[in-house]
């Protein structure tokens, strides 16, 4: 159990349906970030994701929206999820959360919730948008795909990391301006 006072709590999104049902493990993130907010680990939650490209989305659902929904379900007040629907990845996931929300508000005490196969990554990006100015802490969600899935993710996350570090590594950590020009590029 993390102990830390945050001042947000960000939670890239992992999939939504045309329906607008989330899969598993975007529930399992949403129900990690509902509990530590419970907590009191944090007083705002940021849902961060734009329309799903999973599973031929072609109702345009945004996971954002859909994260938001299922964490009021789960006892959060409407007020405190906020959501960050322009993103299309993780690279904008970090970087819209800390453009719309983190710099506007003075939060510099961030906790990212995101599932272990994912968290390389999260971790990665987070810490190259956001820069040495911000604290930022990472919580897991509980693992809640079966193995041969797992073995499926770890090979996409591997396969993206490779994709994303070829992005990311020749910019400084923080730089938004080049930041902002690879999310909006690509």
């Not at 072609?58 to 959060?76: D, H, N, P, Q």
């Not at 190259?128 to 996409?156: M, W």
């Amino acid at each position: 159990m993390i102990k830390v006072m945050a001042d947000v709590i960000i939670v890239p999104g992992r999939g939504v349906y045309p329906d607008g049902s989330l899969f598993k493990d975007s529930q399992a993130r949403v129900q990690k970030a509902v509990e530590l907010y419970k907590q009191g680990t944090a007083p705002k939650i940021i849902m961060s994701g734009g329309v799903s490209n999973h599973v031929g989305n072609k109702a345009e659902t945004i996971e954002a929206k859909a994260m938001k929904k299922y964490a009021v379900v789960l006892g959060v007040e409407a007020a405190d999820v906020l959501e960050e629907s322009e993103s299309a990845n993780t690279i904008g996931n970090a970087y819209f959360s800390k453009k719309v929300y983190c710099e506007p508000n003075g939060w510099s005490d961030i906790l990212i919730v995101a599932s272990r196969e994912h968290m390389k990554r999260v971790r990665y990006v987070f810490k190259k948008t956001f820069g040495d100015a911000y604290t930022l802490c990472f919580e897991e969600s509980k693992k809640v795909i079966n193995p041969l899935q797992y073995l499926r993710q770890l090979i996409h996350e591997s396969i993206s990391m490779k994709l994303t570090r070829s992005r990311l590594n020749s910019i400084d950590d923080g730089d938004d301006d080049t930041i902002r020009d690879e999310v909006l590029t690509k």
